[in-house]
Structure formats: structure tokens, C-alpha cells
């Protein structure tokens, strides 16, 4: 089944922890991005990857990194997670940049 | 950079009734306007999208009109349904048509009364 998973679900971590949010898409999709929602907010690019090592900054990146290793992977990266980055985070994938963006399931954050 | 406003935030029309919702954005070189509908508790989906070289477009219920001189563009939801009760978030990309630099709205909560 194609499809964009993400992992964990659901974390509740302490400030200062570094964590990792990883996503993978299985349709071979060369374009992949990072969004945060909060509430009032909408959503919110952190950022975004044309294709294995190519990635840009989006409207949100600080405080985050990602890195584009392999085609199917586009980890999020938080070194020292703060309160203000509590969202829910969803990961997206298109088969280029101009493919429909199909969403993972998202993933919920709470930093103590 | 980008901004984009969507109005109302909040909606309710009877069943069968039209529905639509407006976004206003400032950047005059945006070229891509998608719309996400995104049910309680579940992940965004795009139901249409517009490019700047066309001035509506229609997929069976849902149309989008943009007027590039105003810098604003519709969602027209017609004979809604129960099951269009949702989310809704419009977006703008000055990247050429593409998902990359995408701002969305501030969404719009559609309820459907039966």
C-alpha cells in the first residue's frame, strides 16, 4: 500500500532532549517536507527536500534539522526541543515538487 | 514573505446549501493556490488546486475561481454534504507552480446541519 508513515506517534518529552521524528514513504516520491500545526496557525513549513541531499529552509526552520540520506527517509531533527515546539508535525511527500502532496499520519509533540 | 488570509474561520450551512470559502494573499508573484480539507483527528488532503494561468477550475461538487488582480481565490462547495464537515485550508507557492514555500491559511471549520 503507498503511503507516508511517520514515527513516533505520539511523544512527550523534557526540554534539552534531543529526539528524532522519523518519516518514510514507500511511492518513490522524489520531493518531501515538514510541516508543524498549531492551533489558530494553519500549518507551517519547517522544511523541505527537492530530492536526496538537496533540502531548503521553509518558513520555520529554527530549532529543527533534517537531513535527505536516502530517497524514502526525511528525518526530523530536534537537538535541544523547547516548549514552543509542542505541535503536531506532519510529513509530506509528492512525486515532484509540483505532485499532489500526499500527508503521513502526523505526529503529536509535547515538550515538558 | 507570503501572507495569506482565509475568512471565515468558522462556517455552517444547511445540507444541499452552497458553501464557500475566501483567501486573500500579498504576494503578486504566487502562481499556486492548493486547498486541503483536513477531517477531525485525521491528516490533510488536497482536494484542488488552481495554478495562475487559469481562473477556475471545477472537479464535480468543489470549483476554485482565482482573480489574480485582487490577489484573492475561492472554494465553492456546492449541494454540500455531511460528509464535508471539516477543515478547510487554502494555500499560496511563488516557487513556479510548485509544493516548496507553500503558506497556508488559517483554516475555516465547515459544519454541515442535516
Known amino acids: 500500500e503507498a503511503q507516508v508513515t511517520q514515527n513516533p506517534r505520539y511523544l512527550i518529552t523534557v526540554t534539552g532532549k534531543k529526539l528524532t521524528v522519523t518519516c518514510s514513504q514507500n511511492?518513490?516520491?522524489?520531493?518531501m517536507s515538514w510541516y508543524r500545526q498549531d492551533p489558530g496557525l494553519g500549518l507551517r513549513q519547517i522544511y523541505y527536500?527537492?530530492?536526496?541531499?538537496?533540502?531548503d529552509k521553509g518558513d520555520v526552520p529554527e530549532g529543527y534539522k533534517v537531513s535527505r540520506k536516502e530517497k524514502r527517509n526525511f528525518p526530523l531533527i530536534l537537538e535541544s526541543p523547547s516548549p514552543n515546539q509542542t505541535s503536531l508535525y506532519f510529513c509530506?511527500?509528492?512525486?515532484?515538487?509540483?505532485?499532489?502532496?500526499?500527508f503521513g499520519p502526523g505526529t503529536r509533540l509535547t515538550v515538558l | 514573505g507570503e501572507n495569506v488570509e482565509q475568512h471565515p474561520s468558522t462556517l455552517s450551512v444547511q445540507e444541499g446549501d452552497s458553501a464557500v470559502i475566501k483567501c486573500t494573499y500579498s504576494?503578486?508573484?504566487?502562481?499556486?493556490f492548493p486547498w486541503y480539507k483536513q477531517e477531525l483527528g485525521k491528516r490533510p488532503q488536497l482536494i484542488i488546486d488552481i495554478r495562475s494561468n487559469v481562473g477556475e477550475k471545477k472537479d464535480q461538487r468543489i470549483a476554485v475561481t482565482l482573480n489574480k488582480t485582487a490577489k484573492h481565490f475561492s472554494l465553492h462547495i456546492t449541494e454540500t454534504q455531511p460528509e464535508d464537515s471539516a477543515v478547510y485550508f487554502c494555500?499560496?507557492?511563488?516557487?513556479?507552480?510548485?509544493?516548496?514555500?507553500?503558506?497556508f491559511g488559517t483554516g475555516t471549520r465547515l459544519t454541515i446541519i442535516p
Open positions: 527536500s527537492m530530492n536526496v541531499e538537496v533540502t
Open positions: 511511492m518513490n516520491h522524489e520531493y
Open positions: 509530506a511527500s509528492s512525486l515532484n515538487r509540483q505532485g499532489r502532496q500526499f
Open positions: 494555500a499560496a507557492s511563488r516557487t513556479n507552480f510548485g509544493n516548496e514555500k507553500l503558506t
Open positions: 504576494d503578486s508573484a504566487s502562481n499556486y
